[in-house]
């Protein structure tokens, strides 16, 4: 059994996440998203889809890039 890095909980049915050469053990993926998931510079909702990188930045969508001054950048649907 291992310990959520983010709750706390010691659990039978935690599972690790590795991600930049560390290794992350949560117990649910609520906890996994609330620890892993990048948060909008402009908003500062977190990204949950695939967000926008713009200059090493990161946005929820193409509206918040272009309101913090980044050029052509255009949502995918």
């Known amino acids: 059994m291992a310990t959520c ?5 010691h659990y039978g049915m935690t599972f690790e996440v590795h991600a ?3 290794v992350h ?5 609520a906890c996994a998203i609330h620890r892993m998931a990048p948060i909008c ?3 500062r909702v977190q990204i949950l889809g695939q967000g926008v990188e ?12 272009r309101a913090e ?3 052509g950048i255009v949502d995918k649907v």
Not at 25 to 29: A, E, I, P
């Open 5 to 9: 890095e983010v709750c706390g909980n």
């Open 20 to 22: 930049a050469g560390a």
């Open 25 to 29: 053990v949560f117990d649910c993926f």
């Open 41 to 43: 510079e402009h908003c």
């Open 54 to 65: 713009a200059d090493g930045h990161w946005y929820c969508g193409a509206h918040c890039a």
């Open 69 to 71: 001054g980044k050029v």
